[in-house]
């Protein structure tokens, strides 16, 4: 039997401060990737309206083009947040 | 709230949504999403993270405070600004002084001694509806309070108080945000509809619905299917009773009735004034600006303010003051009249003014007695008013209590203004709020001031408790050869010897005499060697009266200590009901039936036990036969507990050969079962694993040779050292089993346990089908006990599951050797008889108390296969091969 394993196109580590614009950027490198996109919010601790616009958006387009997306260390926390605005069923995720 | 929300077409609001535009529903989602990411983002938010944004809230409020009531009345043309400017300070400065030390974050309560935490949880988004009468006020509050809770509120005003509605949302909601309120967290909807609203009650994202206003808001969002706090309207009975202070509580009622034009709706309507004080009253009414109605300006008013049609207030006169009522209505008042006063003969249609008024319009009943004020009050309370709001004035503390017991009101303000009283932290000490829960007579889910605590979702986190266990056996205990000598320490005038026939006629009785306290009156009761009958308990206590005794000394096996026992009992507290003691428990310490603890006479209760099986001599439990009504009590409490125990082997060294076998198995049983029991501890382990070695060790050798003293002496003390283990730790479907199947085929209670125990060991010993809750234990233990008492029986075996078939064919050789049947069917049973009887020995097995301790639940079917097994026997291989297949725990 052949294991195929996935491949991590883009892997990118999100900061605290800039949780908007780095999500913006991230979408506009969607165009470039195939395959899989890590999102990496080990370092987030809260996320506020807007980031959460910017991440349903991200999604939205990783979506369109069949882009599976993956969010890396996101806290209990963040979880439950997007969970409350049904946004965790866009995303897996790995601890 | 208010009359403009009582008027009935509002009772009509649509509950489909389905005329609403696209773009309005896109509109409504909208908003809908901004507020459920708002309430997501908030969940993120510590206590400080909150606390930091309510204060600014609250000084833009206080700072509105007289902007907000401008507007407020200028849109309305409702209520008094100086009023709606109060309203506004309570609404932020009051709400605040009460909420701002609560924790609404993570864990808001610890229990300790419960081993309980409250965690709070926000609801999310909430649909709050707001009246006319208090637009600003009520908005102020709510904005605060959700705040606080974290959560988000799409607000829906009464259009026409929109506009001054909006501005009081806009000011909380820029002052929320500035302070870090996540975007979205208050929106307030723009030209509201009753299908918008509809749309947004029935909305899955919105969580609770909050709506202040009249019974059509209430009972649209109650009809909703979302859970709702409904506040409706009320009618709030005063009763002014002889011994009040006229003064105050006249002056009181001026203040509450004209507060704001009278719109808040735990305002007086209907003052029941005893016809002592009632002239007074009115005098004193008409002294301070209020203008006595005649019988014609009375009628006037009731063709005027109320609608003939609906006997609803008309939304006119809601909120304005009394002059203007009276100018409109033409009738002739003062230009100072602050208050329209109209009395009234009875409550109901035929008297209109007795409904809610939210205007400065007070109707006045005389009272002929307290009981009919008290009547007419409750049919002011029960027309509209329900649950709402009651006022009294009274010195008389009876007066007041009775009031209270018999009007249903939320709020029942007692010697202060009902608007203001039942706002709450002005006047007395109930929580501030603008909603009023009007409990399940308004149609409410409460009746309580809502606040914070209604804004969340409380969640309680229960850790596992720990209850305290015990271990409670006689505190004398005289043991060994000759222990009976000890009998002379105890004083006594009078002293009764409970035995049976068979003690006297071998001598025991006259040992036991020349061991008891010299001079000590010694009468002797000799009583059937048989389980205790309640006509033998009741001559027993009339011999103990008789006597007066102070001692009592039971000599003889189980039945003869337990028919002690009860005697005592009833001779102690003769008005104890045996039956009602009898009754079905689950949890000693949560029993419904307390033994009696006052005592009538005293006696001291030595036991003297002359068997090795039962341990009676220090157990909690007693067994009575009601022959008249064919049936058995079990008496168990640890006031039944003998004061002493004397465990003197010579007393069982006559016992014949079956008896000692018997008895010993008994021993043996209930150490094994309560070793597994769920409510063994340490202390009933120590003991029963001493006993279970005892009987192995000893068991054989007292039988076959009962002349063996050691023998006779280690197995009596085995017994009562399995006693007082099973006396704490219970036993377990062994003893259901045998006692259902012992009374059923008269088969002796040791042999009955001897036919079932191999099995009932095997069946604990494997996975349980169904396991039983217990607090006390800690995973399912019980296969690991039983070889741990392989163990200590040197039995061998490497793994849990040899060493537990080393266990049960270590008992199948004890019970050869103890010469027992090995099968029910060994007695002659037959398979047909034992067929037939199998539906009542599991009824009775399972009624049994007894298995209520054990490891594993029994199942009915279960209970089947065991009696099975033991009608066909020899199942110790058997029923391990089945442990082990089962596979251990």
């Known amino acids: 039997m052949t294991v195929h394993m996935a491949t991590t196109a883009a892997f990118l580590k999100i900061e605290e401060q800039h949780v908007l614009s780095a999500l913006q950027q991230a979408g506009a490198k969607l165009e470039n990737v195939n395959g899989e996109t890590a999102l990496d919010f080990s370092s987030v601790s809260r996320i506020d309206a807007r980031a959460l616009q910017a991440l349903e958006e991200f999604a939205r387009i990783a979506h369109e083009k069949g882009i599976k997306v993956v969010i890396r260390g996101a806290s209990v926390d963040i979880y439950k947040v997007l969970k409350l605005v049904k946004l965790e069923r866009s995303f897996s995720f790995v601890s | ?303 005027t303010v109320i609608d003939p049609q609906t006997g609803f207030m008309q939304p006119m006169a809601v909120g304005q003051k009394a002059t203007d009522i009276a100018r409109f209505i033409g009738l002739a008042a003062k230009p100072n009249t602050k208050l329209l006063i109209a009395p009234i003969r009875g409550v109901g249609r035929e008297h209109p003014l007795s409904v809610e008024k939210l205007f400065p319009v007070l109707a006045v009943y005389r009272a002929k007695s307290v009981a009919d004020a008290l009547k007419v009050c409750i049919d002011v309370n029960h027309a509209g008013g329900l649950g709402h709001t009651a006022v009294i004035f009274s010195r008389n503390d009876e007066v007041i209590r009775k009031f209270g017991e018999v009007i249903n009101a939320g709020r029942i303000i007692v010697n202060s203004p009902g608007a203001i009283g039942a706002l709450g932290a002005v006047y007395n000490d109930l929580v501030p709020t603008f909603s009023f829960g009007c409990g399940t007579g308004g149609g409410n889910s409460t009746t309580d001031n809502v606040n914070i605590y209604h804004y969340l979702n409380i969640k309680r986190l229960a850790r596992r408790t720990q209850n305290h266990m015990w271990f409670r056996v006689p505190n004398q205990i005289y043991f060994n050869m000759n222990a009976v000598e000890n009998l002379g320490q105890f004083p006594s005038r009078c002293t009764i010897i409970v035995t049976n026939p068979a003690m006297e006629q071998i001598g025991h009785v006259g040992i036991v005499r020349r061991h008891v306290c010299p001079k000590t009156h010694i009468h002797v009761l000799v009583i059937p060697d048989a389980e205790p009958e309640v006509k033998v308990v009741r001559q027993g206590v009339e011999a103990l009266n008789f006597y007066k005794a102070d001692q009592i000394i039971a000599l003889g096996g189980g039945s003869v200590i337990d028919a002690a026992k009860i005697m005592k009992l009833q001779y102690e507290s003769p008005d104890a009901d045996l039956e009602e003691l009898a009754a079905p428990f689950l949890d000693l310490r949560k029993r419904v039936v307390e033994y009696p603890t006052e005592k009538a006479n005293r006696a001291r209760l030595i036991a003297i036990a002359t068997t090795s099986g039962t341990g009676s001599e220090v157990t909690p439990f007693a067994v009575l036969t009601d022959k008249e009504r064919g049936r058995k009590v079990t008496l168990a409490d640890y006031s039944l507990s003998p004061d002493v125990a004397i465990v003197d082997p010579q007393f069982v060294m006559s016992m014949p050969k079956g008896l000692t076998a018997d008895t010993g198995i008994d021993c043996l049983t209930h150490a094994l079962e309560a070793g597994v029991s769920n409510y063994a501890s340490p202390y009933t382990d120590s003991s029963a694993i001493q006993a279970i070695q005892l009987a192995f060790k000893y068991l054989p050798a007292a039988y076959q040779n009962p002349q063996d003293e050691e023998a006779r002496c280690m197995m009596h003390n085995a017994a009562c050292i399995a006693a007082m283990a099973f006396s704490n730790a219970s036993v377990g479907v062994n003893h259901a089993l045998a006692h259902a199947f012992g009374a059923r085929f008269r088969v002796a209670h040791g042999r009955a346990n001897a036919l079932m125990l191999p099995h009932v060991i095997a069946y604990n010993a494997a996975v349980p089908t169904k396991f039983m809750p217990s607090p006390y234990t800690q995973g399912y233990v019980a296969h690991r006990k039983y070889a741990s008492f392989a163990d200590l029986l040197g039995l061998g075996g490497d793994t849990v599951e040899q060493k537990v078939q080393n266990l049960l064919a270590a008992i199948e050789k004890l019970l050869d050797q103890l010469e027992f049947p090995r099968s029910i069917a060994e007695l002659g049973i037959s398979k047909e008889e034992f067929e037939k009887a199998i539906p009542d020995l599991v009824k009775a097995a399972f009624d049994d108390p007894s298995w209520r301790s054990n490891p594993r639940m029994p199942l009915m079917t279960e209970l089947v296969e065991l009696l099975w097994k033991a009608y066909h026997g020899r199942g110790a291989g058997k029923a391990a091969e089945q442990a082990r297949q089962g596979g251990a725990v």
């Open chain 2, 1 to 303: 709230m208010s009359a403009i929300e009582t008027a009935p077409e509002t009772l009509k609001i649509p509950l489909t949504a389905e005329s609403l535009s696209p773009e309005r529903i896109a509109y409504l989602e909208g908003l809908v999403s901004r507020a459920r990411t708002a309430a997501a983002v908030f969940t993120q938010f510590t206590q400080e993270d909150v606390d930091r944004i309510v204060r600014p809230m609250v000084l833009a409020g206080l700072e509105q405070a007289q902007n907000l009531a401008r507007l407020a009345v200028e849109e309305t043309r409702l209520g008094v600004m100086e009023d709606k400017v109060i309203k506004n300070m309570v609404a932020s400065e009051f709400v605040y002084d009460y909420v701002k030390d609560k924790r609404t974050v993570g864990i808001i309560r610890e229990i300790p001694e419960r081993n309980l935490a409250e965690i709070a949880e926000p609801i999310g988004v909430l649909f709050s509806l707001t009246p006319i009468t208090n637009p600003t006020s009520t908005v102020l509050f709510k904005c605060i309070v959700a705040i606080k809770t974290r959560n988000a509120v799409i607000f829906s005003a009464h259009p026409k108080a929109w506009r001054c509605c909006s501005e009081a949302v806009k000011i909380m909601y820029e002052t929320a945000v500035k302070h870090g309120a996540p975007e979205g967290i208050f929106s307030c909807l723009e030209s509201p509809t009753l299908l918008d609203n509809t749309y947004l009650m029935k909305h899955k994202d919105i969580g609770l619905i909050d709506a202040t206003g009249g019974p059509g808001v209430v009972k649209a969002a109650y009809s909703s299917g979302k859970p709702a706090l409904g506040v409706g309207p009320g009618n709030t009975p005063v009763y002014l009773e002889k011994s009040a202070d006229v003064n105050t509580a006249v002056v009181d009622i001026i203040i509450s009735k004209t507060f704001d034009n009278g719109t808040i709706c735990a305002s007086e309507q209907t003052v029941v004034i005893d016809d002592e004080i009632y002239d007074a009253t009115l005098d004193k009414f008409a002294e301070l600006g209020a203008h006595i109605c005649n019988e014609e300006e009375t009628k006037l008013l009731e063709r």
